[in-house]
């Protein structure tokens, strides 16, 4: 079976955040989250929040 996850439509983009301050864009693909978040720039205190 072939892994279809890249052939889904993107539903919608979301603006992340990181302590209110934004980190970038991600893609929602039906319940799946694609973020190109740098892991340096994060802690295990941040809180990551979708807006």
Do not use: A, C, W
Not at 35 to 47: A, H, V
């Amino acid at each position: 079976m072939m892994n279809n996850q890249m052939e889904k439509e993107v539903h919608k983009t979301i603006m992340i955040t990181v302590n209110g301050k934004p980190v970038g864009s991600g893609y929602v693909f039906d319940g799946y989250t694609l973020s190109p978040i740098d892991n340096e720039r994060l802690n295990t205190e941040d809180n990551v929040l979708t807006v």
